[in-house]
């Protein structure tokens, strides 16, 4: 059963968002579906039977979808569609990036601290720094003066960055290249609709741009 979307195009799969109406890369939307008993469900993963319905990853358009009823519009029938819908959504989205960071520290592809963050970009195998939002800028701007051209991420406060390393906070973070650093910027750009934060994509050569 296809999705309400658009179809395929030769530059990979491509989704219609129902609130913008926007034509985006199906990783860079959210995916939604109609459960049995006809509630409106998140599908982060894109792997739930039924048709998808997509929405651009901001909190305004998941409200503005809830507020002017364009699930059902879109599913052509009567659903259940929760007051607080973007919320679940932020606090899943949250999750899974922490996750991802779990995974890659598991597999020895994260570290945290200021002097291994610090020694492992001057060697240059960071794929994707981490850092947290409430740090203070003296520190942060230190580890930023060596990270020019990676990737960076700051969408979560220091306790909740300390939870993938098993401690109380952590303030610097770093990932090692692999699927596991691509997969992380991924869900943290997914994330930063739902949260003020940086997520930072420069190019090569570019230094990493605050917010």
């Not at 993963?45 to 699930?71: C, H, M, Q, Y």
């Not at 597999?107 to 850092?131: M, S, T, W």
């Not at 994330?191 to 570019?206: E, I, K, W, Y």
Request: charged share 30%; hydrophobic share 45%; glycine share 10%.
């Amino acid at each position: 059963m296809e999705d309400w979307a658009e179809a395929d195009q030769p530059g990979g799969p491509q989704r219609r968002c129902i609130a913008t109406g926007q034509v985006r890369p199906k990783e860079e939307l959210l995916r939604f579906v109609v459960s049995p008993a006809g509630e409106v469900v998140p599908d982060l993963e894109r792997r739930l039977p039924g048709r998808g319905i997509w929405l651009s990853a901001r909190r305004d358009v998941v409200n503005t979808a809830v507020s002017k009823r364009l699930f059902a519009k879109a599913a052509r029938r009567a659903v259940t569609v929760p007051d607080d819908l973007a919320d679940r959504v932020g606090v899943l989205l949250g999750r899974r990036c922490l996750e991802v960071l779990s995974l890659a520290r598991r597999a020895g592809q994260a570290l945290c601290g200021f002097e291994k963050v610090k020694a492992e970009l001057k060697a240059g195998r960071v794929a994707v720094l981490v850092e947290a939002r409430d740090a203070a800028e003296d520190g942060k701007n230190k580890i930023r003066a060596l990270a020019s051209g990676v990737p960076v991420v700051e969408l979560f406060d220091a306790v909740e960055l300390g939870e993938p390393f098993g401690r109380d906070q952590s303030v610097h973070a770093a990932l090692s290249q692999g699927g596991l650093a691509r997969r992380l910027v991924v869900e943290a750009g997914l994330l930063a609709g739902f949260r003020q934060g940086l997520v930072s994509r420069p190019s090569s050569g570019a230094a990493p741009e605050s917010v």
